[in-house]
Structures are given as structure tokens and as C-alpha cells.
């Protein structure tokens, strides 16, 4: 069988990693500015990580979720601690997607309507309410086309009160990503925000804050929303939580009361997901990795505004996005291959940094010189 094309390959074959450094099959090092798109948290291999994954596997990797398992309570509550969200439940899944789309089902049941608010340059996810909310056509089926998918400009309060005005009795849920990551590190302001909140409450629709990839401390705040003070009615996160094992979540608040099998899947919460989100969760909190992520990203970002050829730095924390004019788009290309430096993109011209949240001031400062020559 011949592997389906799914992504265009990178030539190179990573073999090992260790913290923010890679090394390829041949042994040359890399630096990891990419994270594997936002998911290395810790860094690869922290010790915590691979000692508690390998404690649990010898002891039960998976059962089924029609037992107790009381990693996923213990879950929940440092969740809870370290997000600052003690009394929201948490519900466990696989995917960024999958988190998704169950948040929107859930608003759904909840006031029974079917209209949802997305934005322009939004990504959500590839399955189908998640990727009907997305706005990139080349990845909704004509089957996931719906016009109950009300699609705004981001960050445009003026144009989100026109659209409660007109339907806001029909509307059930706005989601927004606290800082658009595929569409180029676009940060929602703190006003639009606290305008969104403020309408979701006038008319009964569900606030669900998409922190896939803006979320799990990232931002320098566990969930980039905290910023503009507002609590959303629905965080969905995945990405960062596992580290690279795929584990997802939604955190609810108190107000929905999910009835038993309303919300449910065969492997969300299995004991190897719970270990490797509890080892994660450990290691952020004792670390202090949200801390080190504003801190080390501030750094970058003010290095990055003394640089004469960027067009815009954008983003928060260690998510951050470097507006390049046209003419560079060979950076990524010469940081990776001459510098060995691994950063990720959003089109057009976007350098995309999604490190691991304990990247050292040293190698934020070994991309800063490297980035100086290629530009
Ligand atoms: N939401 C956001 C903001 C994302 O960036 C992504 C993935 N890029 C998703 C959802 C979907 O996550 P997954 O690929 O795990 O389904």
C-alpha cells in the first residue's frame, strides 16, 4: 500500500529529540521553533513525561470508559487548578476537531438553535461542524456546506452586534479562537472579546473559546481569552495537553448539565491519554512554563521589532507571527536548511513560532542571529 498524500513531505527524518532540539537520522541538530505544530508543550522527551507514560503502559494502557478511572478525576482537578476553572467539568476526547465539535453539539442541545458565529481567517478543525466554521473552501465538502455557519470579520465588533441584532434569537454559539493560529497569529482584541461575552448573554448563545492551538499556557495565560478578563462558557483544547499523545478536551461550565451519553467516544480519557495530560500539567505547573512563555516570548517579540525587514510581528507568548514581505519567502526554507532551524508558516507570507514552552532565552537568541543573516 502506498502511503495516501496528505501534507507535502519535508525531506527530512527526525530521529531523536530532547527538549527543543531535534536531531535527523544522519545526526545533524535542529532547533524546534515548530513544536509539531503547537503540540510540544514540554519539550520532546522531558524525563517526568516518558517516566509516567511507561509506568502507566506497564501497568494498564487502556480499559474502556464504561469503568471508573480515576486518572481522568485527578485530570479534571489539576485542570481545574492550574486553569484557573475549578468548577467546570471536563469532558475528554481525542482531537482538536473532535473537541470541537462536541462544544458545538453541546451549545446545540443546550438552547436548542442552530445558527453559529465564526470568523474570517478562522480554523476549527477538518471533521463536520468543526470544519464548516472553518473558513478555507478547499477543505469543506459540499456536504459540510450549511448556511447555519454565519461567517464574520474578525475582530469587527460594529459587524458582530449587526449580526445579533438581526438573528440573535436564532443564534446558538460564537466560536472564536483567542488568537487565530493558521490564519496567521491574528490575536482578537480584548474589546471584541468582552463584546462577544456581553451578546452571548443578551440572547442565550454559548461563548466557546477555541484554545487548540492559542491555549495550554501558550499565550503566557493558560487560555489566551484570559487576557480581556471574560470566561468563556466553553473551552476546547488539545494540541499542547498531551505533549504528542493525542488527548483532547472541552471544559464546561457549571451552567450545562451534559446528560450521560450526550457527549461520549471509545478512547477519550484512556489511561495513557490521562497520564501523559496529567505529566504535562505537572510539568507546566512545577516548571512555571506559562511564566517562562511570557517571559521568553516578550523577549522575542521586542528582539523581532528591531528587525527593519519584518512588516509585522503579531501573537502573545510563544505564539508568534512574523509578517514577511513577499520577496522572503524563501526564509523559512534558507532558517531551516542552512540554519537548521525548524519554524512553521501561515500563507501567505507568515513565519509562524509555536516552541515549546520552556524554550531558554539561548534559543530564542540562536533564532534571532539566525534570522539577522537570512534577512
Ligand atoms: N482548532 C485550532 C485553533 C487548530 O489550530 C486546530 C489544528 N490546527 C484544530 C482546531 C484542529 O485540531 P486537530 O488537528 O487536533 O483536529
Known sequence: MKLFDVYPLNPIEIARGEGSLVWDSKGQEYLDLYGGHAVISIGHTHPHYVQRLTDQLNKIGFYSNSIEIPLQ??????????????DYQL??????????????????????????????????????????????????????????????????????????????????????????GVGGIRVASESFLQKIRSLCDQYNAVYIADSVQCGYGRSG?????????????????????????????????PKFKPWHGMLGT??????????AALAVLEIIQQDKLIENAARVGAYLMSELRGFEKIRDIRGRGLMIGIDLPEELSHVKKDLLFKHHIFTGESKPNVLRLLPALNLTKEHADRFLEALKKVL
Open 73 to 86: 478525576s485527578q485530570l479534571a482537578a489539576l485542570l481545574g487548578q492550574v486553569s484557573g476553572k475549578d
Open 91 to 180: 469532558f475528554l476526547c481525542n482531537s482538536g476537531a473532535e473537541a470541537n465539535e462536541n462544544a458545538l453539539k453541546l451549545a446545540s442541545f443546550y438552547n436548542e438553535r442552530k445558527k453559529i458565529i465564526a470568523f474570517k481567517g478562522a480554523f476549527h478543525g477538518r471533521t463536520s461542524l468543526a470544519v464548516s466554521c472553518t473558513d478555507n473552501p478547499r477543505i469543506v465538502a459540499p456536504v459540510n456546506k450549511t448556511e447555519n455557519i454565519i461567517f464574520l470579520p474578525h475582530n469587527d465588533e460594529a459587524a458582530l452586534e449587526k449580526a445579533f441584532a438581526e438573528s440573535g434569537d436564532e443564534i446558538c454559539a460564537v466560536i472564536i479562537e483567542g488568537i487565530q
Open 221 to 253: 495565560k493558560f487560555y489566551s481569552h484570559d487576557f480581556s478578563g471574560v470566561e468563556a462558557d466553553v473551552y476546547t483544547m488539545a494540541k499542547g495537553m498531551g505533549n504528542g499523545f493525542p488527548v483532547a478536551g472541552i471544559s464546561i461550565a
Open 266 to 275: 471509545t478512547f477519550g480519557g484512556n489511561h495513557l491519554a490521562c497520564a
